[in-house]
């Protein structure tokens, strides 16, 4: 689906479309180029989480946080919401009952039940009450996560999914709208839900998506293929840039090759081109492995943000060597096993099917071996009758070497006509003390094809 012309189809806005109907092996334009792409992986360590404790690569989202930063708070759920505001500075040891926590208000949706509970040293007295009702609560700055802002926008790469869920449950609020590709059974969608003011999840697979509506029927998904479907594509990112600021999570499979993954941001690049400067995605969340797996090597800042991205995107980008006919047979062999190895009892279908497919190979192969006997035949009559146009005498000759008994002067007397002498192995063979009619021809055949192999003309007429 891929070409060198990708490039030229993303600057004039020809869509997703576009780049699904060039074909080939060139690697696509470099998407969201005005976004800071960071590999999570690289980021030093942080405290976060449930329990506060040091999470791996979390140094972009922990402490410490300055006044004014909006905060995502630790509600022990992933689907319970509240991002707040840094509104003061951590708390002394003088400070009695919240000795290490900081002060932040509530200003997004309601905070869950145990937001104002004793994480942080917040006490269940009167006091603490009053101000979580006012909005302002003492927490832990081990327990929060940074929110981060619109500028610079972001791409995230990610590995695991409890990263991507985390992603999900601390970047986005009630002011964002989010369009997720890979949605699978909705699992991750059902938590963009509860902190998004709006959420759409596609698939590719309409089973997928008949079964994520099944699961979820509140929410909404829808089935869509980015690279077939551009103009749905575009309808469905306008809609969303209505409701609130865009952001994307992208999940086509955490195992998936780094330039399939990439083939999916391309395509989502060229939509954002086409689509008003007000209506780009303030954050990209990716999670793969393969793509996590190049940005191992590549030189990195303190917060994860990739230097050199061109040569990183090329490396990713990509299209592995094409592989041999053998190796797309296994493949396909593959997927039609675990295609019939997902499928319920049916009864001997399976059973039934293979035996149909391997008599319709053991029937194609009996043809070919018909038409390579036929061919064979028809090559060796062609290769005679050449022969026998390049002299005329050969056939007379030939005649008397099958007639003659063995070792008879006509024999002797053809051979030396040929230029040749008497041959025992190939010649006129013995059986019940008679020439065998088919060691003649052969023996003639080899002499000529000799005596005229340095003539240009004689080669000429033998053709093949």
């Not at 969608?189 to 509860?194: G, I, K, Q, Y």
Request: proline share 5%.
């Amino acid at each position: 689906r891929r070409s060198s012309a990708v490039a030229a189809m993303a600057q004039a806005g020809g869509g997703v479309g576009a780049v699904a109907a060039a074909g080939g092996g060139a690697v696509p334009e470099r998407p969201f180029q005005g976004h800071a792409w960071t590999a999570l992986g690289r980021c030093a360590s942080g405290h976060g989480g449930r329990a506060g404790g040091v999470l791996e690569g979390w140094s972009l989202f922990g402490g410490p946080f300055q006044v004014g930063e909006v905060v995502a708070l630790e509600q022990k759920s992933n689907l319970r919401h509240c991002h707040a505001e840094v509104v003061g500075d951590i708390l002394g040891t003088d400070a009695g009952p919240h000795a290490g926590a900081q002060a932040v208000r509530v200003i997004s949706g309601a905070c869950g039940a145990t937001a104002g509970g004793g994480n942080g040293g917040a006490s269940g007295d009167g006091g603490e009450s009053r101000a979580a009702a006012a909005g302002l609560l003492h927490k832990d700055p081990r327990k929060m996560a940074r929110v981060l802002p619109a500028v610079p926008p972001r791409v995230l790469i990610m590995a695991d999914t409890t990263t991507y869920r985390r992603m999900a449950k601390t970047q986005v609020g009630k002011q964002d709208a989010v369009l997720e590709i890979g949605s699978a059974f909705g699992e991750c969608t059902r938590v963009l839900s509860c902190h998004a003011a709006a959420v759409v999840g596609v698939d590719v697979s309409q089973e997928l998506v008949e079964e994520s509506r099944r699961r979820n029927a509140q929410l909404r998904f829808e089935w869509l293929d980015c690279f077939e479907e551009p103009d749905r594509l575009a309808s469905l990112w306008a809609e969303l840039c209505r409701l609130g600021a865009l952001k994307i999570f992208v999940d086509v499979g955490g195992d998936r090759a780094a330039p399939d993954v990439c083939q999916v941001l391309a395509a989502l690049g060229c939509t954002a081109s086409a689509a008003p400067t007000t209506s780009q995605p303030q954050l990209i969340v990716v999670k793969s492995r393969e793509l996590a797996r190049f940005a191992e090597d590549v030189a990195c800042s303190e917060l994860g943000e990739i230097q050199d991205v061109a040569s990183w995107w090329a490396a990713a980008a990509a299209p592995p060597p094409p592989r041999s006919v053998k190796q797309e047979k296994r493949k396909y062999s593959r997927a039609r096993k675990a295609y019939w190895a997902d499928q319920p009892d049916d009864g001997g279908a399976y059973a039934a099917a293979h035996a149909a497919r391997e008599a319709q190979w053991t029937a194609a192969k009996a043809k070919v071996n018909q038409l390579r006997l036929r061919k064979k035949e028809t090559a060796r009559k062609e290769l005679l009758l050449a022969w026998r146009r390049a002299c005329p005498s050969s056939a007379i000759i030939a005649a008397r070497c099958r007639s003659a008994p063995p070792g008879g002067a006509a024999a002797t007397a053809a051979a030396a006509a040929d230029g040749g002498e008497p041959d025992d192995d190939d010649g006129a063979r013995q059986k019940d003390g008679v020439c065998c009619p088919a060691g003649g021809p052969r023996v003639l055949l080899r002499h000529w094809l000799e005596r005229l192999s340095g003539s240009v003309a004689a080669e000429g007429r033998m053709g093949s």
